[in-house]
């Protein structure tokens, strides 16, 4: 049994004020994101990053501001999440299944548990966890590790999410 850890698109623009696309108390979960981070490595599983890589005329910018342009400072992530090891998945959509590199790099680690954790709980997070329970991988999600927009879609998700198998811890 291998297990991944997925840090969902913890970067500069949505978990810190100054962010174009700030998620209000984001700020909270990094020193619990860093932590997870580290355990994944330090315990020889695979942690991959996903993060928003736009381009300056982005398709997406039609519906969201203008949010983690590639190579500018709120694409980052917070340095204390980064972590040696770990492996960035690059994506320029809500759902991080549409990078094909995702799906290849499952394949290649024989995934089947996965602890997931980042923003935003009912876009980003969405997306990750519904793709991984689709894929047959056990998810589980980490309360306080993530940080929603609107509570209650997050409650909707939740909801959705254990009635598929899913474990909130």
Request: proline share 3%; glycine share 6%.
């Amino acid at each position: 049994m291998h297990t991944l850890y997925l840090d969902i698109d913890t970067q500069q623009d949505f978990v810190f004020r100054s962010g174009a696309l700030y998620v209000p108390g984001a700020e909270c979960i990094i020193e619990r994101v860093a932590e997870l981070n580290r355990e994944a490595i330090s315990a020889g599983h695979t942690l991959i990053a996903t993060m928003d890589a736009h381009s300056e005329n982005d398709p997406e910018f039609a519906t969201w501001p203008h949010h983690c342009v590639k190579g500018a400072f709120g694409q980052r992530k917070p340095q204390q999440t980064l972590v040696k090891g770990m492996r960035i998945l690059e994506k320029q959509s809500v759902n991080c299944f549409s990078n094909p590199k995702l799906d290849a790099m499952l394949n290649e680690t024989r995934i089947n548990t996965a602890i997931v954790y980042g923003v935003v709980t009912e876009i980003c997070v969405l997306h990750a966890a519904r793709g991984l329970l689709d894929r047959g991988v056990h998810v589980t999600l980490i309360e306080n590790a993530i940080k929603e927009l609107d509570a209650a879609a997050k409650d909707l998700f939740f909801a959705e999410f254990r009635e598929r198998g899913g474990v909130i811890r």
